[in-house]
């Protein structure tokens, strides 16, 4: 069974049924019939604004707040002030005991998250996470974590990863399903689109699709680009 095999809408206390992310197709679909996990990698697509970081943001919260006992307090950096209150009113179903391995990667609290972790270094002499560049940085706290099972959110990793760090990244994903563990991207990268064995989904303005990597309009879009960037720069 997978870590997380479904997430369900649950309304909890203090549930404001006016809340803007229902207005998001995607996030009503959620609400309305749940969400189901069947790949062990699973790509989230869309344009800007159509819910893709509200989603696995909170898909990141629900997980982490239904941890009992101790936990990795490097799962992630914690929430901020513009994450919504969803999390707190979906329930994730998968295997049990829950694995507590895996990470939360967003930018914007990647740095504070590597803070940590440069904190708890065996040597002081060994170098830092954030004396690294963007990307290295990444790269190296996702394929040092330890290997035990778990789940792997990232949010838009591509902002800080260069055309052959995100083949390097695939390479690690590959290897993180290989071993048992569950990964959640959300990007607009056509490369971590194409992870082998990833199931994707689409969102739009008409809810989640679940198209095949050569339909989806990121791809159509960069391709026709890069044949022809004249037709796009023309009209600036």
């Known amino acids: 069974m997978l870590p997380l095999s479904r997430v369900e809408f649950t309304r909890r206390s203090g549930f404001d049924p006016a809340s803007w992310y229902l207005d998001l197709p995607a996030i009503g679909e959620l609400c309305r019939d749940g969400l189901d996990f069947s790949s062990p990698v699973t790509v989230v697509v869309g344009e800007n604004g159509v819910g893709k970081s509200t989603l696995v943001e909170a898909i990141a919260g629900a997980w982490q707040g239904g941890f009992r006992g101790a936990q990795d307090r490097l799962w992630s950096a914690g929430g901020s002030a513009e994450d919504t209150d969803l999390p707190r009113h979906l329930t994730c179903v ?59 959110i990232l949010d838009e990793p591509e902002a800080a990863l260069s055309f052959q760090s995100c083949l390097a990244l695939l390479g690690v994903i590959k290897d993180l399903a290989a071993e048992g563990s569950q990964v959640i991207m959300a990007t607009h990268s056509p490369v971590l689109a194409a992870c082998p064995g990833a199931e994707i989904w689409e969102l739009t303005d008409g809810g989640i699709e679940y198209p095949q990597w050569d339909e989806l309009e990121l791809v159509r879009n960069w391709r026709s680009f890069l044949d022809g960037p004249d037709r796009y720069l023309r009209h600036l």
């Open 94 to 152: 998968g295997a049990q005991p829950r694995p507590y391995g895996g990470c939360f990667l967003r930018a914007e609290s990647m740095h504070s998250l590597f803070d940590r972790a440069d904190a708890d270094r065996v040597r002081d002499t060994d170098q830092g996470l954030n004396e690294l560049s963007h990307g290295q940085s990444f790269l190296r706290y996702v394929a040092d974590r330890p290997i035990g099972v778990g789940l792997w």
